[in-house]
């Protein structure tokens, strides 16, 4: 059994770089990986690299307390 199976996990800044790396961990130990980024490019590159794989993506401001509310609203409602 995986450590993160049946378990969700929001990655900011996955799009690229050490956020994507640690959503390839997070993948890999089971999680389903929600990447919130603003890069749209990247992201889309991110998930045609891991297709099949169990990840998203949602463009997110971090810095906008509104956007994260209702980001994380959303992943709440759907998982």
Do not use: P
Request: charged residues 30%.
């Amino acid at each position: 059994m995986k450590r993160l199976e049946n378990k969700v996990a929001i990655i900011t800044g996955g799009a690229d770089g050490l956020g994507k790396a640690g959503a390839i961990k997070f993948i890999a130990e089971g999680a389903k990986v929600i990447i919130w980024d603003l890069n749209e490019k990247k992201a889309a590159e991110t998930l045609a690299e891991l297709s099949g794989k169990s990840i998203e993506f949602m463009k997110v401001n971090t810095a906008d307390f509104s956007e994260v509310e209702n980001a994380t609203a959303k992943v709440i409602s759907k998982y």
